[in-house]
């Protein structure tokens, strides 16, 4: 069994990504950003490399053809995404596990638009929790901490008493930045991340238990 992440700490609040860390949407994701490449005359590989965990917005910025309108291409991305989850799944045991967690102390933190996020949610067959931090919400999207600071402020808990459920390096160094703990999803990687983070396969061996005092803890599920 792998080790369980920060069993020696409790928390105030998790804080989750989303694509790559509560669900699986790269096949849908990579299909979306693929035709958008070849809209625009580019090789969809080395995009694709990079535009995993941080907001369409930066990615678009960086690839896009000079002069091209950058917020009329990322609401037709967003649309083109919305259109097409299919394939989008859950993360291994992440169903059973948020559904441990009280709904106060849990928040989804992912680059993706809102409307994008509810429907991959959705498609996974997780409830959006009712805190959600997305790339509208944010000005300075990851690796920026501001994704995660503005979540765990409407979770009236402080940065560093929250534990960051990441699986892309933007993500965690702003889970890093915001001063908070981190735990990292390896589910969708090909390659071995270098971290000095605790890593785990899935949620499939823990569980989140609700201390007396309501404090949250990761433990091994029997």
């Not at 534990?163 to 993500?171: H, K, Q, S, T």
């Not at 703990?181 to 390896?186: D, F, H, S």
Request: charged letters at 20%; a negative charge.
């Amino acid at each position: 069994m792998p080790a369980i992440p920060h069993a020696d700490r409790t928390f105030a609040a998790f804080l989750f990504d989303m694509d790559g860390t509560l669900i699986d949407s790269i096949a849908s994701a990579n299909r979306a950003w693929s035709r958008w490449a070849l809209r625009h005359g580019l090789d969809p590989a080395p995009l694709l490399a990079t535009m995993h965990g941080v907001r369409a917005v930066e990615t678009i910025r960086r690839w896009a053809p000079p002069g091209t309108d950058v917020e009329a291409e990322v609401a037709q991305l967003t649309r083109d995404e919305i259109d097409d989850v299919a394939g989008t799944v859950a993360i291994p045991g992440a169903p059973a596990f948020v559904a441990d967690l009280p709904v106060a102390r849990w928040a989804v933190v992912t680059s993706a638009p809102r409307a994008l996020a509810q429907v991959r949610l959705m498609a996974a067959g997780l409830t959006p929790p009712p805190v959600m931090v997305t790339a509208d919400d944010v000005s300075r999207g990851k690796p920026a901490p501001d994704p995660f600071l503005l979540a765990a402020r409407q979770l009236e808990v402080a940065p560093r008493d929250c534990l960051v459920w990441e699986d892309a390096p933007a993500g965690i160094t702003a889970g890093e930045a915001a001063g908070a703990a981190v735990a990292v999803i390896t589910a969708t990687h090909h390659q071995p991340l270098e971290t000095r983070h605790p890593l785990v396969p899935n949620y499939e061996p823990l569980k989140a238990t609700v201390a007396a005092d309501g404090r949250l803890r990761v433990t091994a599920r029997n």
